[in-house]
């Protein structure tokens, strides 16, 4: 759907940072689970990334209480600059300029009571201002030449209204997501008929799963303010979503690349892997060293594993 004959251009995107990270404890004890690695690079990092290369000019970080060390790394960091410049590390340097958001470019507000992602996007709300934003969720971070949003905003360029990346899942894990009923084919991607977050076992409309990319209208910061709990007891954005569905075109968009799920530990050890093999400097080493460690390192009680 076309807004009228003015479709305002995307410029900012959201990040919802407010998460404690239990699952990676004691890993996340100081640290927040959106600055740790995969690779070399902060996970939080990928995803602003694939955010600049869709052409995102503002990035709004919705953050919590201990997560301030976030808003250090988009900062430029003057004495290790100036250390790197003196001792002619050029490469590393242009790496960290690269990835540098540009002055007045990042907006940091804070969730102060965890009520869910609904509620965290809604916190955005005068950040975003009355104009389409994306939401990149930075548990899933996604590995393809031509990044997740920047693939979306092909589509949203032919249709408006708002957009939402999929892909398959296993059908015994669609309780875990959110999951989407798709209509008929669209430019590419297809119209929504329905969206249920987290649904009971056996009741999944399909095995297309959201995988935490999303282009959204401003209109949902309305519907977000009257917005009851729903699953897990918290505001949900697709039961928002859903509601907002009545009055405005929702479009999925397959997406074609990998996605890892960085909220658990299983998929960040993959992620790690994935993109060390992707790296030309590090992929035979790495191929190398997971053949000679599997089948040769065998399981042991975890207890004794992890200590
Ligand atoms: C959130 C969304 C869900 C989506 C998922 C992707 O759930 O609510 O619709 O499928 O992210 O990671 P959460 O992971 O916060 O439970």
Redesign the pocket.
């Known amino acids: 759907m076309r807004l009228g004959n003015v479709m305002k251009k995307l410029r900012k995107a959201v990040f919802p940072v407010a998460g404690l990270g239990t699952r990676f404890l004691p890993a996340t004890k100081a640290i927040p689970k959106e600055m740790l690695t995969v690779v070399d690079k902060p996970v939080i990092q990928y995803v602003v990334d694939e955010a600049r290369e869709a052409g995102i000019e503002h990035f709004i970080f919705v953050t919590g209480r201990n997560k301030t060390v976030i808003e250090d790394h988009f900062d430029v960091q003057v004495e290790l600059y100036n250390t790197l410049a003196e001792r002619g590390k050029d490469e590393v340097l242009a790496r960290l300029q690269r990835m540098q958001p540009a002055p007045g470019q990042t907006s940091f507000t804070r969730q102060q009571v965890p009520l869910g ?1 609904g509620h965290a996007v809604w916190c955005a709300r005068d950040l975003v201002g009355d104009e389409p934003f994306a939401l990149l ?1 930075p ?2 971070i996604m590995q393809s030449e031509k990044g997740c949003l920047a693939q979306m905003v092909d589509l949203y360029e032919k249709t408006g209204g708002n957009v939402v990346a999929v892909q398959e899942c296993d059908p015994a894990e669609a309780h875990k ?2 999951i989407v009923g798709p209509g008929a084919a669209a430019h590419g991607g297809f119209t929504i008929d329905s969206m249920v ?1 987290k649904p009971k076992r056996g009741t999944a409309p399909s095995n297309l ?4 990319r999303y282009i959204l209208q401003p209109q949902i910061f309305d519907v977000l303010s009257a917005q009851e709990k729903g699953a897990g007891g918290e505001i ?3 039961d928002a979503m859903l509601k907002m569905k009545k009055d405005q075109a929702f479009f999925g968009y397959n997406y074609r690349g990998r996605t890892f ?1 960085c ?1 658990s530990p299983e998929g960040f050890v993959e992620a790690n892997i994935a993109f060390a093999l992707w790296r030309s400097d590090m992929h035979d080493y790495i191929a190398h060293a997971i053949d000679g460690l599997y089948g040769t390192v065998k399981p042991v009680e975890r207890r004794k594993a992890t200590r």
């Open positions: 992602l969720l548990d899933m997501y959110g977050e799963y959201i995988t935490g949900q954005l697709t799920d909220g």
